[in-house]
């Protein structure tokens, strides 16, 4: 049985800092892109950026690049999402997900994990 379990969520002011992270079982890991996404209240869901099987190609949205940073450590089984400079407009549930292959709707999704950015 697969699972994606996200942690790390949580309130923080604007400009703060927050690292989420994303444990993953029942799979194998290194086969896999690591997707994040997010979704706010009454909004799309929206794509954050991945980073590839081996950790050497992320790409990243607009409105996150140059604040967010995705990682994984394969030994682990985790991938990682460093949040820097938040805004309000950042507040959404975070979800990560496994990926095939890059730009592909995700195999597996976790159960995302709140965060709240205060002005």
């Known amino acids: 049985q697969v699972q994606l379990v996200e942690s790390g969520g949580g309130l923080v002011q604007a400009g703060g800092s927050l690292r989420l992270s994303c444990a993953a079982s029942?799979?194998?890991?290194?086969?896999?892109?690591m997707d994040w996404f997010r979704q706010a209240p009454g909004k799309d869901r929206e794509f954050i950026g991945y980073?590839?099987?081996?950790?050497?190609?992320?790409r990243y949205a607009d409105s996150v690049k140059g604040r967010f940073t995705i990682s994984r450590d394969n030994a682990k089984n985790t991938t990682y999402l460093q949040m820097n400079s938040l805004k309000p407009e950042d507040t959404a549930v975070y979800y990560c997900?496994?990926?095939?292959?890059?730009?592909?709707?995700?195999?597996?999704w976790g159960q995302g994990t709140q965060v709240t950015v205060s002005s």
């Open positions: 029942g799979l194998t890991f290194t086969n896999y892109y």
């Open positions: 980073i590839s099987w081996s950790g050497g190609i992320t």
């Open positions: 997900a496994a990926a095939v292959v890059a730009n592909t709707t995700p195999k597996y």
